[in-house]
């Protein structure tokens, strides 16, 4: 069980909180456009999120520590159990792992296929091809500084869209518009991540957004996202002013939000800097899902 206990670790399951929440808002984002929510499709959806984000986050140990990146001294290592530096797992382990969890994802999708949503096959490719070439050749995003986009494809567009449509049949920009704030913080985890390597990836040769801008204008950009996360719900009042009623709560963070924009000021970012980012993204992704549950209730209360 010792064993078992540290490989589910080095999959940092700290991490798929926010997948499960981002995915479960945005199936219950339905209800504003007079959906039923099926939650057995729902959760069947849910779990294969987590699993293709698991092979997210192993497969970027393994590549990672394939380069040279990932090293002892490094902060993403000291923080954390990393399957093949803490000898968890061997290196050829750690890689079947993190496709065995991919292909777990897709044999739910075809699960939720024969149940009656076709576009799980090809929602389920497009977010196992997404992890994949996170890091995997021939192309990795990450080393190429386009790992920023990849992870707000997968949170802000595949998975938001993917769960709404496992939660209701439909398919419409109504989950992006919701999860487009929550995204902005999943892609701030990132780059957080890559402010604190930046000199590792650079002495790995490798391009990240953060070893393009410097640390200085990666801070600033940084910064700019923070803000961005708690505008943006102010602009959907006019639009739809009950979306705006249940990000209110969200506010409750702000706090939180303006120690993390402070986080970088001594001019570097700390060991931790990611899970403090998806710390506030837990939090605000927790009363994000606790104002689309009371508006929705008071509309049907109501109508």
């Keep these: 069980m010792g064993k ?20 479960l808002i945005a199936g219950l984002a339905g209800c504003y456009n ?17 699993l293709l984000h698991a092979m997210v986050n192993v497969l970027n140990d393994y590549y990672d520590t394939k380069r040279g990146l990932d ?18 797992l061997s290196p050829g382990e750690t890689l079947v792992l993190g ?18 949503r076709p576009l799980a096959i090809p929602l389920g490719l497009i977010g196992f091809i997404l992890a994949y070439i996170y890091t995997g050749p021939p192309f990795p995003l990450k080393y190429n500084a386009l790992g920023e986009i990849g992870v707000y494809l997968a949170w802000g567009i595949v998975i938001p869209i993917g769960n709404y449509y ?17 995204a902005i913080l999943v892609v701030n985890v990132l780059l957080a991540n890559n402010l604190r390597d930046i000199e590792a990836d650079k002495a790995g040769g490798i391009k990240t957004l953060a070893t393009v801008l410097g640390f200085g204008s990666g801070r600033k950009l940084f910064k700019v996202l923070i803000i961005l996360a708690y505008i943006i719900p102010i602009f959907y009042l006019p639009v739809k002013y009950t979306l705006f009623l249940a990000t209110l709560p969200v506010y409750l963070t702000l706090k939180g939000g303006l120690n993390l924009s402070k986080m970088m000021d001594e001019g570097k970012a700390p060991p931790d800097a ?19 549950i009371i508006v929705c209730i008071a509309g049907i209360v109501f109508k």
């Design 34 to 50: 007079g959906y039923s929510i099926d939650w057995i499709l729902l959760t069947i959806g849910l779990i294969g999120s987590v």
């Design 99 to 116: 496709i065995i969890s991919g292909i777990a994802g897709l044999i739910l999708a075809a699960l939720v296929w024969y149940l009656g």
């Design 166 to 182: 496992l939660a209701t049949g439909g398919i419409d920009l109504t989950p992006v518009i919701i999860a487009l704030p929550m």
């Design 71 to 88: 090293r002892r001294g490094v902060g993403t290592v000291e923080y954390r159990p990393h399957p093949i530096l803490h000898q968890i």
């Design 274 to 292: 990611d899970p403090r980012v998806a710390g506030v993204l837990q939090k605000y992704a927790i009363l994000y899902l606790a104002g689309i």
């Design 4 to 23: 078992v206990k540290m490989v589910f670790l080095a999959t940092r399951p700290w991490s798929f909180p926010m997948t499960v929440l981002i995915g």
